[in-house]
């Protein structure tokens, strides 16, 4: 059964820490381009970060939003078939659902409206 399942998100304070996960089941994560975007209430989708499968010819590189660059780290882990987000630094601004999807990288970050959901998301809120 092919299940992807995202999890992490909760309250935090400003300049606070998150991690974030896209656990999979059925398939294995490192073929396939794996990105995040979010969406916060009333917004329109923005991309977030995106890497690259690790399985020739790809070379696992990573893209990140302007707005998240510097704070969010997206990595795998093929032994447990899961996609991180790290993100440090959290700001208000941050605040939104967080979905994971598939699909060309530059095209994740730049245009998430052209990409699916993979699951129900997990909301993040950044806030004292």
């Known amino acids: 059964q092919v299940q992807v399942v995202e999890s992490g998100g909760g309250l935090v304070q400003p300049g606070g820490s998150l991690r974030l996960s896209c656990a999979a089941s059925g398939f294995t994560l490192d073929y396939y381009a794996i990105g995040w975007f979010r969406q916060a209430p009333g917004k329109e989708r923005e991309g977030v970060s995106c890497?690259?499968?690790?399985?020739?010819?790809?070379?696992?590189?990573?893209y990140y939003s302007d707005s998240v660059k510097g704070r969010f780290t997206i990595s795998r882990d093929n032994a447990k078939n899961t996609v991180y987000l790290q993100m440090n630094s959290l700001k208000p601004e941050d605040t939104a659902v967080y979905y994971c999807?598939?699909?060309?990288?530059?095209?994740?970050?730049?245009?998430?409206?052209?990409?699916?959901?993979w699951g129900q998301g997990t909301l993040v809120t950044v806030s004292s």
């Open positions: 890497i690259n499968s690790n399985i020739n010819p790809n070379d696992g590189s990573t």
């Open positions: 999807t598939t699909g060309r990288c530059q095209v994740v970050v730049t245009t998430p409206t052209l990409v699916d959901a």
